[in-house]
């Protein structure tokens, strides 16, 4: 399998402290993978790098079959390049309706001139009814998302990365505050999006983890503690150390 | 969702049709139409209102579209008048300096005109030379393009340098408060070209113009509102489509709108520039009607008052932003003009003209506590509207 993403060697420090740590990450063109990790391990930084939020210090990221570095890409810019991106917290636009909040993440020329003169066509709409069908929202299109619950903006926001049609997904703690149905269909909707495309879902929550059934990447203390099957990573010496202290 | 724009946003034609009987009324009741009910200066008044009318729009779509809190548009609302100033200045000066000449026993030649309308012009300056910027001066064309070029150009190149820095929230607001004393510290200046504190007079004579005020006010009145018109029609369309959604997303939350593939920067740049056009249009329509500019009137406070308008009005609803610009203004002018009634408390005896600020200043707090969404929020009351949606 060609890799899509490939990170190597990438070190950030705040302010003296190595919150990324000679760090090296590789993920497939269609591969679904978790990364897991204590607090403080790097994983939310580790997103934001890739993402072009934080610009390492030193290392390389080169994205895609022509290896172009994403260094020094602006976050637009990589966005464009096909890297979309789930907060922790969902962050959809409260104020605007599902059909909206869709549209806008609808993979089509970003530029402001376009965007001005962008009418949805009827093929369009339908893109849209379809998404939310995928992410079960059909009944709510026209409603204000800010009226949706956690678990709905949760998949409103999963439903926008869609739309973007990334080639990775980057996926921060997607079942956090989920009942145990809701984390059900949002296994479903992300191992479905991983037939097509690479899927990152950053995670606490082993239950969840293993419901993905994936390779798994530990991370601690900004870098790469361990790499496998969760079963593997679990027997794994040094992850229970960092995880249970012993 | 295909349906036309209009057609969506119903509140855009009532706003259409309201403007257009106001017009109506003044007119048939104005001094310039004969029956004299309101005055010519009434006129002129309601025209500005009009033009502050229109800043206003282009300051919600700033401010409470896009989120940006610039305290410095009246910057662009000054420079688009200066512009139209330099050319009425001009022009009406040269065909006094023609008249006066040609009465002489021999013919002036071009040099001696020039001469002379330097000497009009800037005598007040101790200088007769033209400065390099009145180079253009002579032509109506060139000085109107100017109106909008100008403004535009400065906020170009200001936003461009600013929310590149990712310079946002309350350092911008400073930012543009910065901008706005400097060009008036500037202007302050006598060798600053255009008058330093004298500013432009003048403006409300029209060069060749002989018809009287009361009807010239009508005129202005009429290109007032029909500004207005065309700029809210603008606006309501810049913010009713996807171009909209994306502004509304820069303000609720810029960090999602950039993942999303959208250039922030560009976005801003766009709003902050063409908001700065339609700001130096109204200026260039209001100072001929109030006769004369200066370099107090891009004074930092100017562009607060701008702020409080619309917060009072309502933000994020352009006809709130016109509704809260047009009391505040008028009644504004009521209690500054010496119109307003003292209150005689018997100890103390209340004098509007000093105390309308802390009035307004208290309206304001009371908004903000009580009226977030300021007077335009009660008209969604009464439609019961979900909030923040359409113009």
Redesign the interface.
């Known amino acids: 399998m060609s890799t899509l993403l490939e990170v190597s060697g990438v070190t950030v420090s705040f302010d003296g402290f190595r919150a990324i740590n000679n760090l090296s990450f590789q993920i497939g063109a269609a591969e679904l993978r978790a990364v897991i990790g204590p607090n403080g391990a790097g994983k939310t930084t580790f997103m934001d790098i890739v993402?072009g939020?934080t610009r390492p210090d030193e290392g390389h990221i080169l994205w895609g079959e022509k290896s172009i570095s994403l260094i020094g890409m602006?976050?637009?810019?990589i966005?464009?390049a096909g890297i979309?991106?789930k907060?922790q917290k969902p962050?959809v636009?409260?104020?605007?309706t599902v059909?909206?909040n869709l549209?806008?993440?609808l993979r089509k020329d970003?530029?402001?001139l376009a965007?001005?003169l962008?009418?949805?066509s009827v093929p369009d709409?339908d893109r849209v009814a379809e998404l939310a069908a995928e992410i079960g929202l059909t009944e709510m299109l026209l409603r204000?998302s800010g009226e949706l619950s956690h678990g709905q903006k949760q998949w409103l926001e999963i439903g926008?990365l869609l739309a973007?049609e990334p080639r990775l997904l980057l996926v921060d703690e997607p079942a956090a505050g989920m009942t145990l149905a809701e984390r059900e269909k949002t296994t479903a909707i992300l191992t479905e999006a991983a037939k097509t495309r690479a899927v990152v879902v950053v995670e606490h929550d082993m239950e969840f983890v293993r419901r993905l059934n994936c390779k798994v990447t530990v991370l601690h203390e900004g870098a790469v503690l361990a790499e496998g099957s969760l079963d593997h990573v679990t027997k794994n010496k040094d992850v229970s150390v960092v995880y249970l202290g012993r | 969702m295909n349906r036309s724009f209009i057609a969506r946003n119903p509140s855009v034609l009532i706003f259409l049709s309201i403007l257009a009987l106001f017009t109506l009324l003044v007119t048939l009741l104005s001094e310039g139409f004969g029956a004299g009910l309101v005055s010519t200066s009434m006129v002129k008044t309601l025209g500005k209102t009009l033009c502050l009318c229109l800043i206003a729009v282009a300051m919600d779509l700033i401010w409470g579209y896009t989120g940006i809190l610039s305290l410095g548009h009246f910057a662009f609302f000054g420079l688009g008048g200066y512009m139209i100033g330099m050319w009425l200045m001009f022009e009406r000066t040269r065909q006094i300096v023609v008249t006066s000449l040609s009465e002489g026993v021999l013919p002036p030649t071009p040099e001696d005109i020039q001469a002379a309308i330097g000497n009009q012009i800037f005598g007040v300056v101790g200088s007769s030379e033209f400065p390099l910027i009145w180079m253009f001066a002579d032509s109506l064309v060139l000085q109107l393009a100017f109106v909008v070029l100008v403004p535009g150009a400065l906020a170009f190149v200001f936003g461009w340098l600013a929310f590149r820095s990712r310079v946002t929230g309350v350092y911008l607001s400073i930012l543009t408060q910065a901008m706005t004393l400097g060009l008036s510290l500037y202007l302050f200046q006598n060798a600053s070209g255009l008058r330093g504190n004298n500013g432009l007079s003048g403006l409300q004579n029209l060069p060749g113009v002989t018809a009287p005020q009361s009807v010239v006010s009508l005129w202005f009145f009429w290109a007032s509102a029909l500004a207005l018109a065309l700029g809210y029609l603008l606006v309501a369309w810049v913010v009713s489509g996807k171009f909209g959604s994306v502004i509304r997303g820069i303000r609720d939350n810029e960090a999602r709108v950039r993942f999303l593939g959208y250039s922030v920067e560009s976005y801003k740049l766009a709003v902050f520039t063409l908001t700065a056009c339609i700001s130096g249009i109204a200026g260039a329509l209001y100072y001929p009607q109030a006769g004369i500019i200066n370099p107090a009137e891009v004074a930092p406070i100017a562009s607060i008052y701008l702020a409080v308008w619309v917060a009072i009005g309502g933000r994020g609803r352009l006809y709130g932003a016109v509704i809260g610009t047009a009391l505040v203004s008028l009644v504004s002018s009521w209690f500054t003009g010496g119109q307003a009634p003292d209150v005689n408390l018997g100890f103390y005896t209340i004098k509007w003209v000093d105390w309308w600020l802390v009035l307004l200043g208290l309206s304001f707090v009371l908004v903000t506590l009580y009226a977030p969404r300021g007077i335009g929020g009660l008209f969604d009351l009464v439609a019961r509207k979900n909030p923040g949606e359409g113009p």
């Open positions: 993402t939020k602006s976050e637009a810019k966005a464009q979309g991106r907060f962050t636009f409260e104020d605007q059909q909206e549209l806008m993440a970003r530029s402001p965007v001005l962008f009418r949805p709409l204000v926008m973007q």
